[in-house]
T-cell receptor, first 111, second 112 residues
Framework: GESVGLHLPTLSVQEGDNSIINCAYS??????FIWYKQESGKGPQFIID?????DKRQGQRVTVLLNKTVKHLSLQIAATQPGDSAVYFC??????????FGTGTRLTIIP | EAQVTQNPRYLITVTGKKLTVTCSQN?????MSWYRQDPGLGLRQIYY???????DKGDVPEGYKVSRKEKRNFPLILESPSPNQTSLYFC???????????FGQGTRLTVV
């Protein structure tokens, strides 16, 4: 099957700085992408999504960028807070196929 | 409140003793699925269901069964659990179409 998510396994960021979490996907047919946040002891929670007809989408303190040319997805978190500590997953959804998840990046906030 | 509810949250069992993990969603979603999460392997799909009485294998179905008799419920059945099924399990539901999946809180299963 297709692989998703050449993540760095961990990322440490100073509180207040911006975080950038990257993800590479391999299925060029994928037309929908999602970022999930998983806090310790909890299930993954939806953060933001983007469809392939867009290259940028903004939410509250988060921005997702999609570069279809190089099959790269990134999640930017502005002014990182202690509550942002979690594992972040990207997921891709090719048409008529199931959602495929990356292995995740653990974000640690340094006080 | 829209949610996916799994039970139990934690379970320790012995090899070969049949068990069922329940999953229920209150969003009237058609699509439901089960994942297992293991260190370094991320989320892998076990089984999924497109609608009532329609189920299909995911990436790692061996040793598992599911049923979908009602739209809201999608139990995961381990007929004869083995230690390699020790894992963290998540149920998820999705509205038909390209939308995000909603996950339950997880079930941590240990098979000794």
């Amino acid at each position: 099957g297709e692989s998703v998510g050449l993540h760095l396994p961990t990322l440490s960021v100073q509180e207040g700085d911006n975080s950038i979490i990257n993800c590479a996907y391999s299925n060029s047919a994928s037309d929908y992408f999602i970022w999930y946040k998983q806090e310790s002891g909890k299930g993954p929670q939806f953060i933001i999504d983007i469809r392939s007809n867009m290259d940028k989408r903004q939410g509250q303190r988060v921005t997702v960028l999609l570069n279809k040319t190089v099959k790269h997805l990134s999640l930017q978190i502005a002014a990182t807070q202690p509550g942002d500590s979690a594992v972040y997953f990207c997921a891709e959804n090719p048409p008529l196929e199931k959602l495929t998840f990356g292995t995740g990046t653990r974000l640690t906030i340094i006080p | 409140e829209a949610q996916v509810t799994q039970n139990p949250r934690y379970l320790i069992t012995v090899t070969g003793k049949k068990l069922t993990v329940t999953c229920s969603q209150n969003m009237n979603h058609e699509y439901m699925s089960w994942y297992r999460q293991d260190p370094g392997l991320g989320l892998r799909q076990i089984y999924y269901s497109m609608n009532v009485e329609v189920t299909d294998k995911g990436d790692v179905p061996e040793g598992y069964k599911v049923s979908r008799k009602e739209k809201r419920n999608f139990p995961l059945i381990l007929e004869s659990p083995s230690p390699n099924q020790t894992s963290l399990y998540f149920c998820a539901s999705t509205r038909t179409g390209i939308t995000e999946a909603f996950f339950g809180q997880g079930t941590r299963l240990t098979v000794v």
